[in-house]
């Protein structure tokens, strides 16, 4: 029996797409990284606020500890700043294939994944790390040893609190879209409280820096999210009703 050719060529043509979708995200990020590195003592500046009312300084403890944290820096920021195009690739290559509805989902996500990220990493930035910084230093003041942190290491935990709070957010976005879909069932989702409990905190350990503070300040109000979340499952629930 013959090949469908047609069948192949839409194959390549799909592939071909996505090779050059993936390609023009790469640019993107690689400039933006670039354009970061010349702005790094900028984006560094920003970054040690947090810093400033604690009066704590900061130390390098080998030669190239700096450039390589401003290389990681760009990087980062790279990635943050080509986020948004990649995203929208991602879209442009999906939506030929969407419906109706599926189409305004997606669009919703479009906005709200970026969104939702970066309301995690600022709330992160502007709140979480300047209470976990300060129980850091403060704690065991008494004993007579000083505080000496690493450029790199502060860095290390305040990108990772960010990072892990904007994907932490995420989770409502899936609760939802699942509740949507109606693979899941709001009411079957909150007799399993206890468990989504237990999963919440183990997560905010795995993603958070290895201390209580951070993992309880991320993981309580990723409860009261889940909650929240599980209210508006039953509000749309009821809606379709």
Do not use: N
């Not at 592939?15 to 984006?43: D, H, K, M, P, T």
Request: aromatic share 12%; glycine share 6%.
């Amino acid at each position: 029996m013959d090949k469908d050719p047609s069948g192949a060529v839409e194959w390549k043509e799909h592939i071909e797409e996505l090779r050059r979708r993936i390609l023009s995200a790469l640019a993107v990020f690689f400039s933006a990284a670039a354009l970061s590195f010349a702005f790094s003592e900028r984006i560094t500046g920003f970054l040690l606020h947090p810093l400033l009312e604690l009066g704590v300084k900061l130390y390098t403890f080998s030669p190239a500890e700096k450039f390589m944290a401003h290389l990681h820096i760009s990087a980062a920021a790279g990635a943050v700043f080509a986020s948004p195009f990649l995203i929208l690739q991602i879209g442009m290559f999906i939506w030929p294939g969407l419906k109706g509805r599926e189409k305004t989902c997606a669009w919703f996500a479009l906005v709200a994944v970026p969104a939702l990220f970066a309301a995690g990493s600022a709330a992160a930035y502007r709140f979480f790390a300047p209470v976990i910084l300060d129980f850091f230093l403060s704690f065991g003041s008494g004993d007579g040893v000083e505080a000496l942190w690493s450029f790199r290491e502060y860095l290390s935990l305040l990108a990772g609190l960010m990072l892990a709070t904007g994907i932490m957010l995420q989770m409502p976005l899936a609760m939802l879209a699942l509740f949507a879909a109606g693979i899941a069932d709001p009411r079957k989702a909150a007799s399993a409280r206890p468990y989504a409990v237990l999963l919440i905190f183990l997560l905010a350990a795995i993603l958070t820096p290895p201390d209580v503070t951070s993992q309880v300040m991320l993981g309580v109000p990723l409860y009261l999210l889940f909650e929240l979340t599980l209210l508006a499952g039953k509000i749309m629930r009821s809606a379709k009703k």
